[in-house]
């Protein structure tokens, strides 16, 4: 299993973050695009391929609204070429990226048909003209232009060309997606490489949504174990349990709105006592406290909850959990909110990223 950071983009810390990291034996580096609130994310990521040598690099979470699907591609090659191969590309939906553009979440026809081209890209195809959501009224048809020869189709004109990909070393750049509902779920299944399950640490609820997963693929015509799971987690390491439920109250909050942003209804197994939290989270949500340890939705958290939804303790008991992820299926986990200055800045937060670097890393991902 591999364990990875989340950050924020900023481009005058990246450098020293992406090193740190790969000092600190984490798996992989991810950075959020969230445009609003935090510096251009694949500027980051370029800056902290070339202050790094191994450690892995992705996107936590791109989106389908505010790039079209060769803007992202364009840049997946460029990250990849530039970190050696190193890059994984994430996308969902969308969240506070939209959320200061007074837009909700990407529409599910609109967020598929972007994943199918980004694919198509990244693969080396093909993607007609007449199926990019570029509006009329925004700019006409090529075809006004009454050129004596035009592409005809649009494609990736450069990269590394192999047989099925223009990625570097002949790979692909791989494509996962954040999932909590079962309609997300079921097209991460069939089109992305990975689906990233953003329900919790909860393995009753990871079970429901790898099962909704290879359902979707069997009812495609797919190999129910041709994709690969993650998850994106709150995890924090501590000798005292309330300490370190505390250091990640905002974080957790953010990805347990997840299983209520639409209507407030709990998607996935969810017993009465989960419900009445998730419900109460929904209603005291402010999102200018979003991921924040001292906002009303973080303070919302009981203890009980936070342990069945996070990955919360000693190291032996951090340890256990993730094991348990992994024995069903789950290769890669990404620390989700990570990037909150409020969980490593204390001194609390010192011990346990301390922790999590001497104790969790070397035994989860193997040494």
């Known amino acids: ?39 251009e994310c694949f500027v980051a990521l370029a800056l902290a391929a070339t202050a790094s040598e191994r450690i892995k690099l992705g996107l936590a979470v791109g ?12 840049a997946c090659l460029s990250i990849d070429q530039v970190s050696g191969g190193r890059f994984e590309f994430g996308i969902g939906r969308g969240d506070s990226c939209l959320v200061h553009l007074g837009r909700a979440p990407g529409r599910l026809g609109h967020f598929e048909r972007h994943l199918k081209q980004l694919q198509a890209y990244l693969s080396g195809g093909d993607v007609p003209f007449d199926e990019i959501d570029i509006p009329l009224e925004y700019a006409a048809p090529a075809d006004a232009l009454e ?14 060309l192999s047989e099925d990909s223009l990625g570097t070393n002949g790979s692909k750049v791989p ?27 909860d393995p009753e609820r990871l079970a429901w949504g ?22 994106y987690l709150n995890m924090a390491c501590h000798a005292d349990p309330d300490t370190a439920r505390d250091l990640i109250r905002g974080p957790m909050s953010v990805f347990a709105r997840f299983q209520v942003m639409q209507g407030g ?27 924040r340890n001292e906002s009303p939705q973080a303070a919302s958290l009981p203890a009980d909850f936070m342990d069945r939804f996070g990955v919360v303790g000693t190291p032996d008991r951090c340890i256990a959990k993730l094991n348990e992820l992994e024995s069903m299926g789950i ?35 193997g040494g």
């Open 1 to 39: 299993m591999e364990l990875w950071l989340h950050a924020f983009p900023a481009p005058l810390q990246i450098r020293d973050v992406a090193k740190a990291a790969e000092d600190g034996g984490w798996g992989g580096l991810a950075v959020v695009d969230t445009q609003n609130l935090s510096g």
């Open 63 to 74: 989106n389908s609204v505010t790039r079209l699907p060769a803007v992202n591609a364009a």
């Open 147 to 160: 050129l004596a020869e035009g592409p005809g189709v649009s494609r990736m004109a450069w990269g590394t």
């Open 175 to 201: 494509v996962e997606v954040a999932a909590t509902g079962p309609k997300v779920i079921g097209i991460a299944a069939v089109h992305a490489d990975r689906v990233m399950f953003a329900v919790g640490a």
């Open 210 to 231: 790898i099962d909704v997963a290879k359902a979707a693929r069997r009812n495609a015509g797919l190999d129910p174990d041709g994709v690969k799971f993650g998850a």
């Open 265 to 291: 209804t709990p998607v996935g197994p969810t017993s009465e006592e989960t419900a009445k939290t998730l419900h109460t989270l929904h209603e005291v949500y402010d999102f200018g406290g979003h991921s």
């Open 331 to 365: 290769d890669k986990v990404l620390l989700s909110g990570q990037f909150n200055e409020n969980v490593y800045a204390s001194p609390e937060g010192a011990v346990a990223r301390r922790l999590l670097e001497t104790e969790v890393l070397p035994v989860v991902q």
